[in-house]
């Protein structure tokens, strides 16, 4: 139960933090981005706190081509298959049938140092050392 709890609440984050940007950036957004977002930081969250040896900046490539994936298929998805048009990146140059492109794919590589290092401290001072312990003490006591 605990890892549904702390996925929900990754997936949470990364669905605000992602439409946040969104509306931040064009003014608006689409719930379907919230969906996106949430996926994405779920792997990103698993990217930047997984123990294997990967040193940082690797990390920060890897969860840029992570996002742009999933930036992909969510595109083909909403705007190609189910023809909602959310963005349209043909305009922007080296761009893969106008769902990604290398300027956005560049900007995730550059928000990736901040998600890296936010996604460590969330695990290490929120669920490690507040949250879950709180939440197996107040479990073992009788009251």
């Known amino acids: ?39 994405a930081f779920l792997c990103l969250f698993s990217l930047f706190t997984s123990s294997f040896s990967l040193p940082f900046w690797a990390r920060c490539v890897a969860g840029a081509l992570i996002v742009t994936g999933i930036e992909f298929v969510a595109g083909i998805i909403v705007n190609k298959w189910m023809g909602w048009y959310i963005w349209d990146y043909s305009r922007q140059p080296f761009n893969l049938g106008g769902q990604i492109c290398l ?16 996604s460590r401290l969330l695990n290490q001072k929120v669920f490690n050392k507040l949250m879950f312990p709180l939440r197996h003490s107040l479990k073992n006591k009788d009251f």
């Not at 997936?11 to 719930?31: A, D, K, Q």
């Not at 300027?103 to 936010?118: A, D, E, H, R, T």
Request: one cysteine or more; a positive charge; hydrophobic letters at 55%.
């Open 103 to 118: 300027l956005f794919s560049m900007i995730w590589l550059i928000l990736c140092i901040p998600i890296g290092f936010f």
């Open 1 to 39: 139960m605990d890892a549904f709890i702390r996925r929900t609440m990754i997936f949470l984050i990364g669905g605000f933090g992602y439409y946040s940007l969104e509306v931040l950036y064009r003014g608006y957004s689409h719930w379907t981005m919230f969906l996106t977002g949430g996926i």
